[in-house]
Nanobody, 116 residues
Framework: QVHLVESGGGLVQPGGSLRLSCAASGFTFSAYYMRWYRQAPGKEREPVATISPLGSVTSYVDSVKGRYTISRNNAKNTVLLQMSSLKPEDTAVYYC?????????WGQGTQVTVSS
């Protein structure tokens, strides 16, 4: 079955950087778009970044453009989210997501806290 496991979250000061990783299994990873979402306390989950199956096309929510970079390693079934110039408003639980056969699959999430 589809399984997604995020890692790499933590506490970072404003202006700092973190790299999140999502390890995927149970499906043909290189055939699917992968997405990162985040959910801040008291807010709805929002899409942050998307990457095409071969990594040639990416898109970002406006609030992270120029600061976040999504990438993937199809040989390792991994999708990454490099985050820099982090702001307190980036604090959230970050999730990776894939849609396979019309069904959404989510990881358990990884907490990112940006605070001094």
């Amino acid at each position: 079955q589809v399984h997604l496991v995020e890692s790499g979250g933590g506490l970072v000061q404003p202006g700092g950087s973190l790299r999140l990783s999502c390890a995927a299994s149970g499906f043909t990873f290189s055939a699917y778009y992968m997405r990162w979402y985040r959910q801040a306390p008291g807010k709805e989950r929002e899409p942050v970044a998307t990457i095409s199956p071969l990594g040639s096309v990416t898109s970002y929510v406006d609030s992270v453009k120029g600061r976040y970079t999504i990438s993937r390693n199809n040989a390792k079934n991994t999708v990454l989210l490099q985050m820099s110039s982090l702001k307190p408003e980036d604090t959230a639980v970050y999730y990776c997501q894939v849609i396979v056969g019309g069904a959404e699959y989510w990881g358990q999430g990884t907490q990112v806290t940006v605070s001094s």
